[in-house]
């Protein structure tokens, strides 16, 4: 009775540890990034839940969301699996569950097909230009995995077209036109976190002698430093001119957006901090999860944001 008890107990831990296995392997910590969706909700002054309308809209932009997350998910188990043996040289990634052998190689690609069939299948039930954008997004992405990750600069591009891709499909869904502006503007800021993700991988190399990445060969510290400061200095400017820009205080009926550009410089120049004084920029995601000052700044720069679109009243009596 008591052996039998015993094996019950350790069958239901292996059980427990395979699902937590397989729930990492999906990397759902990332899948905040699918949230930019809402960005050309929330841009164009629609983010309200004043209509029936608008209520569809949150609601099918949220599909979305998970839509994104299922494909992501399933170009992570993709990644990961062509990566088993360069993972396993790496400080972090040697834990990632194909590479530590938690999940068999089989399961991952049963669940990598699992994720990608759901991920289709619900997009098309939404709206067949979304659908479009999402299989440009995986065919993209897969070619990354497979062999495009290993030319520097087109990597870090490629990284950045995805997110464009992201704001692309929210726009889709709710059929709201993604002006050059917020395009540029989302393009040059997921630029500014693959380069220093790149640039965490220089400096793994030269602590370690190891090559993390292959397109990693063609970089060094002084060439992403100076990277990184002129995308961050573009993506300032670039900011500004949208705030000010005749097109969106015609369209949102404000000239006062110019105020939250003091949030963004802050988000930025704390990035910058995190970089360069703390070397800490491996993982952009786990930095929007742990960094007080970066949620504080997208916090204060949402709110400022919603207030001067969807309470003007409020900010013409102060400002």
Same mark, same amino acid.
């Given at each position: 009775m008591m052996e039998q008890k015993l094996n019950y107990m350790l069958n239901t831990k292996n059980r427990t540890s395979t699902l937590g296995a397989l729930i990492q392997l999906l990397r759902p910590n990332h899948w905040s990034k699918n949230s930019i969706l809402l960005i050309p909700l929330f841009f164009s002054g629609s983010l309200s839940i004043s209509s029936t309308t608008d209520i569809n809209s *949150?609601?099918?932009?949220?599909?979305?969301?998970?839509?994104?997350?299922?494909?992501?998910?399933? !170009?992570?188990?993709?990644?990961?699996?062509?990566?088993?043996?360069?993972?396993?040289?790496?400080?972090?990634?040697?834990?990632?569950?194909?590479?530590?052998?938690?999940?068999?190689?089989t399961s991952a690609i049963l669940l990598c097909l699992l994720c990608s069939s759901c991920g289709i299948s619900l997009a098309y039930l939404i709206e067949v230009k979304f659908l479009f954008i999402l299989c440009l997004y995986f065919v993209l992405n897969l070619g990354y995995s497979?062999?495009?990750?290993?030319?520097? !600069?087109?990597? !870090?591009? *490629?990284?950045?077209?995805?997110?464009?891709?992201?704001?692309?499909?929210?726009?889709? *869904?709710?059929?709201?036109?993604?002006?050059?502006?917020?395009?540029?503007?989302?393009?040059?800021?997921?630029?500014?976190?693959?380069?220093?993700?790149?640039?965490?991988?220089?400096?793994?190399?030269?602590?370690?002698?190891?090559d993390m990445r292959v397109a990693s060969k063609a970089y060094n510290i002084e060439f992403l430093n100076l990277c990184l400061i002129l995308i961050s200095g573009v993506t300032i400017v670039a900011y500004l001119m949208y705030t000010i820009s005749d097109d969106v205080i015609n369209r949102l009926g404000t000239h006062r957006l110019y105020y939250t550009c003091l949030f963004v410089i802050a988000g930025i120049f704390r990035y910058l901090q995190i970089a360069f004084v703390e070397n800490k920029t491996e993982s952009p995601t786990d930095i929007l999860y742990k960094d007080k000052f970066i949620q504080a700044s997208i916090l204060l720069w949402i709110c400022s944001f919603y207030f001067i679109i969807y309470y003007p009243q409020i900010y013409s009596i102060v400002l």
């Open positions: *949150i609601l099918e932009t949220l599909i979305g969301i998970v839509c994104f997350s299922l494909i992501a998910s399933s !170009i992570y188990i993709i990644n990961d699996y062509k990566d088993i043996e360069s993972d396993r040289n790496h400080p972090t990634k040697k834990t990632r569950p194909l590479a530590s052998g938690s999940v068999s190689r497979l062999g495009l990750k290993n030319i520097s !600069i087109l990597d !870090i591009i *490629i990284v950045s077209i995805g997110f464009v891709f992201r704001v692309k499909a929210g726009g889709a *869904i709710t059929n709201i036109y993604v002006s050059e502006w917020l395009t540029i503007m989302i393009f040059l800021l997921s630029l500014i976190m693959a380069i220093a993700k790149r640039r965490d991988d220089v400096l793994i190399k030269m602590n370690s002698g190891k």
